[in-house]
């Protein structure tokens, strides 16, 4: 390349038998190898672009994120009726509605689980979510059993693990009874990665109780 | 100059597209690639543009609502004349979508397409195929039934496994907290947004790679890959040995695509539109979720692992497997393209092929599940009680009663995840029986606590009467030796244990 014709004014040659030479100056001084006005300009305008991107995806990430957040800001303590609903020593479906809604979910708030009473205030409250999947357990009150409908997954009364795929037992809901009112710290799709991990799947011997939260 | 032809040029002038279009049109390709085996690519494009035109037909009246989607499905279904086919026409034009780019990718693989220069073209072919996975998935979840909820319910709990940013990666793909109005939204724009726009997009670079790196020629055997020839090998028998690509080998792709086409309108016709099924009402618990058929393959392989495996098993298997495919044409750029040299490659193909087949065979009857209703719903024989004395009549009201049937068939009714039980009495003496009823095992719930005594005797005794009229019911020979006066031989090929 030569710094003499890089210097020529292209303009002056752009008809003519020369424009084709000319031509080639030009697009030679273009090149991405010069450095030039243009380039530098290029690149400004590239940074700057990439600058107002930077800028406007924060935004649209905290945007984006915003259905994370934490258990609390999800649950909270709802009532599954009067403990006078629940016979000692059966368990019974409940439903409730997940404290945490908008105008638009139609029937999906509504939220069941099983509801065990072994004594006067001794209760323990399943999520009807199978351990392994999450589908739907039925209770069975004659065999006394839980079974899923999915993959065959199969639980005792007390929510332990029968037979099948799950590898624990039901996930339980923190409970707690006020003024006659059996409550239920719920908000979330019990899983195995939410609070509902933390909750001990009681044996018969040691009951509930437990500070579940952690 | 007529009219029409003006009108043309006047276009042309603007739209200077004759030239790209002439040369796509007519570029040679070798002339054995005309063939029906190269038909299935065209094929998924015009299905994929199928379910852009019936999507967007269905979205004038769907409403992406929690509250509303179900009921919007039905007012298409029932009230909108002919919204049932449209519907139809979308859940089959998707079923066969999924199934000509599975065989698409199996014909490419067994021909060795994906070998050098065209492994991207591969690599863009399983994001393709990806893509056209979640697009079954979105699309199911957007059926807004009982079986999308559930379905997507296992969705949550798979992802839920992901270790420490599990519970972060649920909130995100639902939302929310639970399934309800802002997940359908997310599906909504996944599927009507977000996924068919890549896939247009990615589909176009596919087909680009497809006519700047020519089709495929047919693989012979002897004739090897190499990096440093193929291409001057491929031009040159594209020129000798080729043809225009239109029409040589495009008739043969319309007239394919023009059937399948057709045989999704006949199946939509004929079998209708799926569903919806149940409300999205989770407190409706009376169903048993079932996944699309893309998806009942999975549903199997997750009923089938033991406990242990199953968080590792999913999470690292879906990885393993985009990763295996896309490492293909890395690992195997170059060498022979025939299958007649290229066994490892058949052998892997056909055991994949044969594996989903099954899986998904046995997704279609779902043996491991119990069923829920057998217990109130399937008599015993009339034949297995005759005769029988009030302590078996008496074990044959608690095998109903306690549910057995659910998981155990007799006289052909009955759950399939535990064995048949017509000739149980010819496998188990009965102390085992016993022994299994109170303690369990496998995958067998132990009875002990909810059978009194006298119970599991009658249970035992109308077990004992299931054996065929012609074969004996197992014994303990000790035992038997014992009641016979002591000293005696057990007999030979008795059903002793
Ligand atoms: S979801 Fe219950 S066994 Fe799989």
Redesign the interface.
């Known amino acids: 390349m030569n710094p003499d014709e890089r210097s020529d004014n292209p303009e002056k040659a752009s008809t003519g038998p020369e424009a084709g030479a000319a031509r080639e100056q030009a697009s030679e001084r273009d090149g991405p190898a010069a450095v030039s006005r243009r380039w530098l300009l290029l690149k400004a305008g590239i940074a700057l672009n990439g600058l107002v991107g930077v800028a406007m995806a924060i935004p649209i990430i905290r945007y984006l994120l915003w259905p994370v957040r934490k258990d609390a800001a999800y649950n909270s303590w709802v009532s599954l009726g009067r403990t006078s609903e629940f016979p000692v020593g059966e368990t019974r479906l409940a439903n409730f509605r997940t404290p945490w809604t908008r105008p638009w979910d139609g029937q999906t708030d509504h939220v069941p689980c099983y509801v065990r009473r072994e004594g006067s205030a001794q209760f323990t409250v399943f999520a009807i979510n199978c351990a392994h999947l999450g589908c739907p357990v039925r209770w069975f009150p004659q065999s006394q059993l839980f079974m899923c409908p999915c993959h065959g997954g199969v639980y005792y009364a007390d929510g332990s693990r029968a037979s099948g795929p799950p590898e624990r037992g039901l996930f339980t809901y923190p409970h707690r009874i006020t003024g006659g009112n059996l409550e239920i710290d719920a908000g979330q799709m019990p899983t195995l990665s939410n609070t509902a991990k933390l909750t001990n799947i009681a044996t018969p011997g040691e009951e509930e109780g437990c500070s579940c939260r952690g | 100059m007529s009219r029409m032809k003006r009108i043309y040029d006047w276009f042309e002038q603007r739209l200077q597209i004759e030239g790209p279009v002439r040369e796509a049109v007519l570029h040679k390709v070798p002339r054995n690639t005309a063939s029906w085996w190269y038909v299935f690519g065209s094929a998924a494009f015009t299905l994929l543009i199928l379910q852009v035109v019936t999507g967007i037909l269905l979205a004038l009246v769907y409403v992406p609502?929690?509250?509303?989607a179900?009921e919007s499905l039905n007012v298409l279904n029932h009230q909108i004349p002919l919204g049932w086919f449209l519907r139809a026409v979308h859940a089959w034009g998707s079923n066969f979508m999924v199934a000509v780019v599975f065989i698409h990718m199996a014909q490419v693989f067994l021909f060795g397409a994906y070998k050098f220069p065209r492994e991207l073209t591969w690599t863009v072919g399983v994001f393709l195929l990806l893509l056209t996975l979640g697009m079954a998935f979105s699309g199911q979840v957007l059926r807004f039934d009982q079986d999308a909820?559930?379905g997507l319910?296992?969705g949550?709990?798979?992802?839920?496994?992901?270790p420490l940013i599990?519970?972060?990666l649920?909130?995100?793909l639902?939302?929310?907290?639970?399934?309800?109005?802002?997940t359908l939204s997310r599906f909504f724009t996944l599927h009507v947004f977000i996924i068919p726009g890549t896939l247009l997009f990615l589909a176009a670079v596919h087909i680009w790679m497809v006519l700047k790196l020519g089709v495929n020629e047919w693989p012979m055997p002897g004739r090897v890959v190499h990096r440093e020839t193929y291409i001057a090998e491929y031009n040159k028998l594209a020129h000798d040995d080729g043809i225009p690509f239109v029409p040589g080998a495009f008739w043969k792709d319309l007239v394919f695509s023009g059937a399948v086409l057709a045989a999704v309108f006949v199946c939509a016709l004929v079998l209708g539109p799926s569903g919806p099924g149940g409300?999205?009402?989770?407190?409706i618990?009376?169903?048993?979720?079932k996944p699309d058929f893309p998806f009942l393959w999975i549903?199997s392989v997750?009923?089938f692992?033991?406990?242990?495996l199953?968080?590792p098993f999913i999470l690292i298997a879906p990885i393993a497997m985009i990763a295996g495919l896309l490492a293909v044409p890395f690992v195997a750029s170059e060498g022979e393209k025939s299958w007649h040299r290229r066994p490892v490659a058949v052998l892997a193909l056909t055991t994949v092929a044969v594996a989903w087949a099954v899986f998904t065979h046995l997704g279609m009857y779902t043996p491991?599940?119990?069923h829920?209703n057998a217990?109130s719903g399937d008599p015993i024989p009339v034949r297995y009680l005759r005769e029988a004395t009030p302590l078996v009549r008496q074990g044959a009201v608690i095998f109903e009663?306690?549910?057995?049937r659910?998981?155990h068939q007799i006289g052909g009714h009955g759950g399939e995840?535990g064995p048949a039980l017509d000739d149980i009495a010819t496998r188990m003496t009965p102390d085992q029986m016993r022994f299994k009823v109170v303690t369990?095992g496998?995958?067998?719930?132990?009875?002990g606590?909810?059978l009194s005594p006298p119970e599991i005797e009658a249970l035992v005794a109308f077990l004992e009467t299931l054996h065929p009229a012609n074969e004996p019911p197992a014994a303990d020979a000790a035992q038997r030796a014992i009641e016979t006066g002591g000293g005696a031989p057990p007999p030979v090929g008795g059903h002793s244990y």
């Not at chain 2, 609502?65 to 509303?68: E, L």
């Not at chain 2, 949550?156 to 992901?162: E, G, K, P, Q, T």
């Not at chain 2, 639902?174 to 802002?182: F, R």
């Open positions: 609502s929690a509250a509303q179900w909820y559930w319910g296992i949550v709990f798979i992802m839920a496994r992901v599990g519970g972060q649920v909130h995100l639902l939302g929310g907290p639970i399934i309800a109005g802002a409300q999205p009402d989770p407190s618990i009376q169903t048993v979720p549903y997750l009923s692992l033991p406990p242990s199953e968080t491991w599940s119990p829920m217990w009663s306690k549910q057995c659910n998981c995840r369990g496998g995958n067998m719930p132990a009875f606590k909810n």
